[in-house]
């Protein structure tokens, strides 16, 4: 075989024995929008299915999940069919794999992960340690999976919040998408991505997740799970959440409300900075947080004229605005030592970034050294703009 | 090389010379021997002179001499005008020639040979020969004209500004049309004949001073040495001249517009006109110049810049958009927006073809509709149109045949393939296109980009006359003042230079210094000094 033969066999099958070889059309596909995981519960299945075969000790050994898949129905999407706008699929199984394979064959087709929007993770799993490493393992895994997909733990189980008939948006996915999109104005919601909560496990082992609660035809996402050595430990409220994401500096539109000479006066957030410091005081361990608003009167009171255009009322407002955020961060943060010793704002990687000496020391006894990490928080507020006054 | 070898060698035997002798008969007798049974030939055969005395034959083809001519400036001038003129001269019988040449026959253009095989060929071309007894010379009266086409608006590269003379057959018409714009002595017009059997007249137009020496050269020698039968269209010769026969890709401009053509002149090009056909070569092309509309030039420069770059994107389109509609709903769907993502996927939901099957079927029948709308006649031409419109895109959909987007997607292409200003350029993207297609069915995206690597690669490696294909991206003689005219086209204050890629001579165009102008007619502002 001549030399320039034998070099093109190699170089052709270079090209040719590389590439995509998974083609699947389009239309094959179940484009799985949201999909929700449940820790399979042997006593309550065998309660509601009564004496069925699904309960012989055998089978319940091997059911560890329940996976419930959403996953629209496109032809109605595309204006062409008609139907239920979204299919529903749940099965039970030993890991996440073996499900998405078995309802798969179930379904016929593909499911593709590409476009998924949201992961579930009901409230029991989320309290198991072993089950969640196996969640985030697969969800990191998975080339397919989007690191800014949601990753919410729900207040009961997730198959009954996807199984909610929603009002509006036919795909729950992308509903949830949206509502967390429009959430963004009232930093009450965590706005945590699949991608933030596994950097953060990775670095300090803690995490917020938001929370998915659901009614007859709605879902809300409200407060957030912390996490803690990959397994829920505590629930957050809302204004716990907000106080998080301003140390996150992930604070985009908020709404504080604060009392000045008897009235109620709502403050627009609409530019927050916030800056991390670790600084060492005195043999103490100091996280600063240094947080600047501008914001604008939102509401007032009416034919109450004048006040609006001074200097020193507006520096009041002001500072009741930043009095508030100081009281909020610095109460979160002391809880978040105290109750949970959960590192949520990733303190240990400023230490290690900033003070990589101290960081050695402490590295190892961590857990121990966090609640004794002292917080100041140092809020500015400006306030821009009064609105429309007479 | 061996084929090319075999093609340009020469035929070493050229046809031995015929004297034409004194004896005005046996002259005669060999032209209608050689020319048997050519029924369109005319021989006339006429006596001059007071006693009728004087032995004249003319021949001609008829319908490629202008009889009108023959019959009033030259056979009554000869046979009645002579006969009136008294004889003064005594020895007027031996300077009968000169007298005749000089002095009777009312045409501009008159030569003499002594070659009968010279004048087969004048006579053949239209000229018209004069045989005189006792004489061994004969005279060759330009008579050449023949019914033709006016000089009509070209039907491909219509601009909307700009001169719509075009082309036609006859190549002095068309060298006359080059040389009404530019009035310069440099510019040269080399005839020659190519054709053993054809003897085509062939033109190689170039502005002396400009024009790259050695991409004339190899011009000249690469005529010089075609050695074929007949030249029916200048596609003759452009595939006999070209680099690369293996390419896609035209190496060659052509053209139907004169101005086009004095505008490559001038830019330091050559030009080949064929006889017979209104489609004139440009060499050297690259394919910055086939994206090049002359239009860009008479337009102001936003506009045409914004035009320009929008055909590249076009060209592009045309190109990849069916193998990336493949590519991204067979492999690659999570590269779709979500919505889009399950819009296609419920468009397709009942088409029963995979996606590679239908966009082949629709391409095709595109080609089909292409084809059939160029043999069928103008007015059923439009019938077409409504067919394949109708039939093929509202009725597919419907019937569940092809999903809408793909629809979409083959009328984008087609409409990006017809904005180039080159027909040639864009029928080899056609064919590129089914080959990107059938990687993108088998390789995904992967493969498309494989195709497009592979094109570039070949792009790269592609020269015309030596200069690089794809200048002026590559190639060491392109500079930076040569991008002036490739995505935009630059003011023309601005583009003073002609194209450096090209090595031409007395590089400047344009002397003009802003700052003069401006500050001597007023600041522009209306404000005079």
């Known amino acids: ?390 | 090389m061996g084929f090319f070898d075999k093609l340009f060698e020469k035929n070493e035997n050229p046809i031995p010379k015929i004297p034409i002798v004194k004896d005005f008969q046996n002259n005669l007798d060999q032209i209608k021997e050689i020319l048997k049974d050519g029924d369109d030939i005319i021989y006339r055969e006429f006596m001059v002179g007071q006693e009728q005395d004087m032995k004249f034959g003319l021949v001609y083809a008829e319908g490629l001499a202008d009889k009108n001519l023959l019959n009033e400036h030259i056979l009554q001038n000869l046979m009645v005008l002579c006969r009136t003129a008294p004889m003064e001269v005594p020895d007027l019988r031996d300077k009968i020639y000169e007298t005749i040449k000089n002095g009777s026959v009312a045409v501009t253009d008159l030569k003499e040979i002594d070659d009968i095989q010279v004048a087969i060929d004048m006579i053949l071309s239209g000229e018209s020969i004069l045989l005189l007894n006792h004489w061994d010379k004969a005279l060759v009266i330009a008579t050449k004209g023949w019914p033709m086409r006016g000089v009509n608006a070209p039907d491909t590269e219509k601009v909307i500004r700009g001169p719509s003379d075009g082309f036609n057959e006859t190549l002095r018409v068309n060298t006359a049309l080059v040389r009404r714009r530019i009035r310069d002595p440099k510019f040269k017009i080399k005839q020659m004949q190519v054709g053993q059997r054809s003897k085509t007249d062939i033109a190689i137009l170039y502005i002396e001073d400009i024009v790259n020496k050695d991409i004339l050269k190899m011009v000249k020698e690469r005529i010089d040495a075609i050695d074929i039968d007949a030249i029916m269209e200048s596609g003759y010769i452009e595939q006999l001249i070209q680099d690369s026969w293996r390419s896609p890709f035209p190496q060659m401009q052509h053209t139907q517009r004169p101005d086009t053509v004095a505008a490559a002149l001038y830019e330091g090009r050559v030009a080949v006109i064929v006889d017979n056909t209104p489609f004139v070569l440009i060499m050297p092309a690259t394919v910055v110049t086939l994206i090049q509309s002359p239009e860009d030039y008479y337009e102001r420069p936003f506009i045409a810049s914004a035009i320009r770059m929008l055909r590249f994107a076009a060209l592009i389109l045309s190109l990849i958009m069916p193998s990336l509609y493949i590519a991204i709903t067979s492999y690659h769907p999570g590269m779709l927006p979500t919505d889009l993502a399950m819009y296609v996927a419920g468009s397709r939901a009942n088409v029963p073809f995979p996606a590679f099957i239908e966009a082949f079927i629709m391409e095709a029948a595109l080609e089909l509709l292409r084809e059939a709308g160029i043999r069928l006649p103008g007015p059923i031409g439009s019938t077409i149109g409504i067919v394949g419109g109708l039939v093929l895109g509202q009725a597919a959909v419907e019937a569940g045949i092809v999903s809408p987007l793909m629809v979409i997607v083959v009328a984008l292409t087609a409409i990006a393939g017809y904005s180039s200003p080159s027909y040639s350029l864009a029928i080899s993207y056609r064919l590129l296109r089914f080959v990107m297609m059938a990687f993108a069915a088998f390789l995904g995206l992967y493969g498309v980009i494989w195709v497009i690597i592979a094109i570039l690669i070949h792009l790269c490696n592609l020269k015309s006359f030596g200069v690089p294909y794809l200048s002026p991206f590559v190639g060491s003689a392109a500079t930076p003042q040569d991008f002036k005219d490739v995505f935009i086209r630059a003011p023309l204050r601005y583009m003073k230079n002609r194209p450096q890629y090209l090595h031409a001579g007395d590089s400047q165009r344009l002397a003009y210094d802003t700052q003069e102008i401006l500050t001597e007619e007023g600041d522009g502002n209306g404000k005079q000094k």
């Not at chain 1, 509006?168 to 959430?183: C, K, S």
């Not at chain 1, 998080?244 to 908020?254: L, Y």
């Not at chain 1, 909020?328 to 030592?337: A, G, K, N």
Request: charged share 30%.
């Open chain 1, 1 to 390: 075989m001549p030399r320039w033969r034998k070099i093109s066999i190699l170089l052709l099958s270079c090209i040719l024995l590389t590439g995509c070889w998974d083609k699947v059309e389009i239309e094959q596909r179940a484009f799985v929008s949201a999909m929700g995981i449940d820790k399979f519960d042997p006593q309550e299945e065998q309660e509601k299915d009564g004496a069925e075969e699904e309960t012989e000790p055998e089978q319940i050994s091997r059911n560890r999940y329940i996976v419930t898949y959403r996953y629209p129905n496109t032809s109605v999407i595309a204006g062409k069919g008609e139907g239920e706008p979204v299919f529903k699929a749940t099965s039970i199984g030993r890991t996440i794999t073996d499900i998405n394979s078995e309802v798969a064959t179930k379904l016929g087709g593909n499911l593709f992960f590409g476009h998924l929007k949201l992961i579930v993770i009901g409230n029991s799993l989320a309290e198991d340690e072993q089950l969640m490493r196996e969640v985030f393992d697969y969800i990191e895994r998975n080339a397919m999976i989007g690191r800014k997909i949601h990753y919410m733990i729900a207040s009961g189980k997730a198959k009954d919040l996807l199984e909610v008939k929603l009002a509006r948006q036919p795909v729950a996915g992308l509903f949830v998408r949206d509502i967390i999109e429009q959430n963004m104005r009232t930093s009450q919601i965590a706005d945590a991505d699949i991608g933030y909560i596994l950097r953060a496990l990775h670095e300090s082992r803690a995490a917020i997740t938001p929370q998915l609660e659901g009614s007859e035809d709605e879902l809300k996402v409200a407060g957030a799970a912390v996490l803690k050595d990959y397994k829920k430990i505590g629930w957050l409220g809302e204004l716990e959440t907000g106080a998080i994401m301003f140390m996150m500096d992930k604070v985009k539109n908020t709404e504080i409300t604060v009392r000045v000479n008897e009235l109620f006066i709502p403050v627009m957030i609409y530019n927050s900075r916030t800056a991390v410091k670790v600084e060492v005081r005195d043999g103490e361990i100091y996280a600063v947080f240094d947080i600047e608003n501008e914001g604008e009167l939102s509401q007032h009171l009416f034919e109450l004229i004048g006040d609006t255009y001074e200097d020193e009322y507006l520096r009041d407002v002001a500072k009741a605005v930043s009095e508030k955020i100081k009281n909020q961060v610095e109460d979160t943060f002391i809880r978040s030592q105290k109750e949970f010793n959960a590192d949520l704002i990733q303190i240990n990687e400023e230490l290690r970034k900033h003070e990589p000496d101290l960081w050695d020391e402490v590295r190892d006894n961590w857990e121990e050294v966090y609640p004794k990490v002292k917080v100041e928080a140092n809020v500015e507020t400006d306030i821009r703009r009064i609105g429309t006054t007479r």
